[in-house]
Each structure stands twice: as structure tokens, then as C-alpha cells.
């Protein structure tokens, strides 16, 4: 089941040089596979977890997550 | 696959490759007269399959490891512990059901060892339902 929230997180890694799906779940304290998974938008990553990706690419929490019904 | 992905595979081929043969053993000979299902021979297949599950699981998992990057290795995080915590409930109300359901050969005259056996069965439905559930779930997303 589509989960109602869209991300921009493929993009945004492409942004910032690349960034490899495995550097990102480096960054935040995950596995690469869930990292996919919300990529993917099969799984919602709790609030804390949405800011530490978020504040990795510095920008704010509604530039990579948004509620998409 | 995340390592424990690899985890939950191992455990289900471990447990049904030792268990299946154990229980294979055990009500395949039910048919002749030198099934060992109430008897002492259960205890000795039992530790066989025992010791070979253990022997198993051991050298798959080192061999997962191996084949994992470090940083797969590392503590389960928040993704991870939830399909734990929901395939382990799933688990849970399996072997609460094949429990009740243990009345079942207890009404039909099964005692002692032969009930030990029926209730290693429940144990080993919601071991292996345990994997399963983590599996898809870890296929699926969560």
C-alpha cells in the first residue's frame, strides 16, 4: 500500500555530490536498505529520523517530505 | 540484504531442514511399529537435530557476517526493530493458538513424550512463522 507521503530524497542526494544511498544511512544511523525503503516510500521514518535526513542535506523538513494524499 | 534479512533466512532454513527432518523422522515412523514418537529414541533424534541446527545456524551466520559490510553489522535500527517487534507478536499469538490447541491430541489419549513432541511442534510453527513474517516484511518495506 502507497504510503500517503512523497520524498525527495533520491534528488536531493544527487544534489549533493552523489551521495550514495549507503553515505546517507551512514549519516543518519541506518542500514542502506532502509534507507531505500523510504526512498521507495514502503516504509515512514519516524520524526527523528526525518530530521537527521533533513538536516544532512540542510534544508528543511518539508524539502524532502511532503504529505501527498 | 541487510544482515539480519540474512538472519531471518538462515533461521528458516536452519529450522526446517533440522526440524523438518526431526519431525519427519518422528511421525513418518508412526506408521510402522518402530516409530520412536513416544519414546526415548525422540530424545536422542532430538538432540541430533539439536545439535545440527545449532551447527548449522553458526556456520551460516559467520558466513553472513562475512558477506555483510560493517556497517550492515551494526545495532538494528528503527525500521529493523519494528519488524522485529511485529513478527515476534505474530509469533507470539501463533504459538498462543497452537498451544490451546495442544487439548486437541490430549483428548485423543497422547501423553508424556508424545505430548512434549506436540508442543515442540507449536514452538517450531512460530519459530518458523516468526522468519516468515520477517521476511516479507523486510521484502515489503516493513
Redesign the interface.
Same mark, same amino acid.
Given at each position: 500500500m502507497a504510503l500517503p507521503i512523497v520524498n525527495h530524497i533520491r534528488r536531493l542526494r544527487f544534489e549533493h555530490g552523489e551521495m550514495t544511498q !549507503?553515505a546517507l544511512?551512514?549519516r543518519i544511523?541506518?542500514?542502506?536498505?532502509?534507507v531505500a525503503?523510504i526512498e =521507495?516510500g514502503?516504509?515512514s521514518? !519516524?520524526l527523528e =529520523?526525518a530530521f537527521r535526513i533533513a538536516h544532512v542535506f540542510g534544508v528543511g523538513l518539508d524539502d524532502v517530505f511532503q504529505w501527498d494524499e | 540484504?541487510?544482515f539480519r534479512?540474512k538472519s531471518a533466512w538462515i533461521t528458516l532454513v536452519s529450522v526446517l531442514i533440522c526440524f523438518g527432518a526431526y519431525f519427519a523422522e518422528l511421525f513418518g515412523g508412526l506408521a510402522s511399529d518402530q516409530h520412536h514418537f513416544g519414546g526415548l529414541g525422540s530424545l536422542h533424534l532430538l538432540l541430533l537435530s539439536v545439535l545440527a541446527l545449532v551447527a548449522l545456524q553458526v556456520i551460516l551466520t559467520i558466513v553472513a557476517a562475512l558477506t555483510t559490510?560493517k556497517? %550492515?553489522r551494526g545495532l538494528a535500527?528503527?525500521?529493523?526493530r519494528l519488524i522485529q517487534l511485529r513478527s515476534q507478536s505474530l509469533g507470539y499469538h501463533v504459538l498462543m493458538l497452537l498451544a490451546v490447541g495442544l487439548f486437541a491430541p490430549a483428548f485423543f489419549g497422547h501423553r508424556g513424550i508424545e505430548m512434549a513432541n506436540f508442543a515442540l511442534l507449536a514452538v517450531v510453527i512460530a519459530t518458523l512463522t516468526v522468519a516468515v513474517a520477517q521476511i516479507v516484511m523486510?521484502r515489503? %518495506?516493513?
Open positions: !549507503s544511512a551512514e544511523g541506518m542500514t542502506r536498505q532502509t525503503a =521507495a514502503k516504509y521514518p !519516524s =529520523a | 540484504m541487510s534479512e559490510p556497517a %550492515g535500527d528503527e525500521r529493523e523486510f515489503r %518495506g516493513v
